[in-house]
């Protein structure tokens, strides 16, 4: 199985200011194929469930704003919320779909400082 | 707009089975493979079971392997998750999701439902 690490596993965050989640897989996610990394972020708001925010590491989902961006390739990715908001306050997940069965990192909770 | 619906979640003994439904509209269900995810209560998400638009590929996470049967009645527009001889770990709100892929099974979700909480407990 590719395990996924996130940290930290928790950061508080001035409102306006930069939050950066980091997430590693045991195994490489890079298909050379096509050279796509396959990782996801989602992110999940209290009491609700996961919403989808970037797919191949770096491609943002309809309608999510530009403030998410992600990075990285093979191994190690990160999530930037580039300048935090109130309604950006939830857990954050990454997830591999290289291979099945997919995992997800532990999470990463983001608060207000 | 796409929605999916949970339900069947319950307090139950262990040992015992349970059948979660979830509901979809919004979409075209046949063509969409699906997947239950679960997160036990304060914890992290867990991948449970996954299955493709046509019921001919099956997947399972070790855990509920031999216990969990995912299906789906295209017909209807509706998911299912049997679950047999419940653990008191297999207590978590369980998620049913839409794979993300136009076509085939990519393994990555948008959009889930609200999620049902199955308890196992003595």
């Known amino acids: 199985d590719i395990v996924m690490t996130q940290s930290p596993d928790s950061l508080a965050v001035s409102l306006g200011e930069r939050a950066t989640i980091n997430c590693k897989s045991s195994?490489?996610?890079?298909?050379?194929?096509?050279?796509?990394?396959?990782l996801a972020w989602y992110q999940q708001r209290p009491g609700q469930p996961p919403k989808l925010l970037l797919y191949w590491a770096s491609t943002r989902e309809s309608g999510v704003p530009d403030r998410f961006s992600g990075s990285g390739s093979g191994t190690d990715f990160t999530l930037t919320i580039s300048s935090l908001q109130a309604e950006d306050v939830a857990v954050y997940y990454c997830q591999q779909y290289y291979r099945t069965p997919v995992h997800f990192g532990q999470g990463t909770k983001v608060e207000i400082k | 707009e796409v929605h999916l619906v949970e339900s069947g979640g319950g307090l139950v003994q262990p040992g015992t089975s349970l059948r979660l439904s979830c509901a979809a509209s919004g979409f075209t269900f046949e063509d969409s493979a699906m997947h239950w995810v679960r997160q036990a209560p304060g914890k992290g998400l867990e991948w449970v079971s996954g299955i493709s638009w046509n019921s001919g590929t099956k997947t399972y996470a070790d855990p509920v392997k031999g216990r969990f049967t995912i299906s789906r009645d295209n017909a209807i527009n509706s998911l299912y998750l049997q679950m047999d001889s419940l653990r008191v770990e297999d207590t978590a709100f369980y998620y049913c999701?839409?794979?993300?892929?136009?076509?085939?099974?990519?393994?990555?979700?948008?959009?889930w439902g609200q999620g049902t909480l199955v308890t196992v407990s003595s």
């Open positions: 999701a839409k794979d993300r892929c136009a076509n085939g099974e990519c393994y990555w979700f948008d959009p």
């Open positions: 195994q490489s996610v890079l298909y050379s194929s096509n050279n796509k990394n396959y």
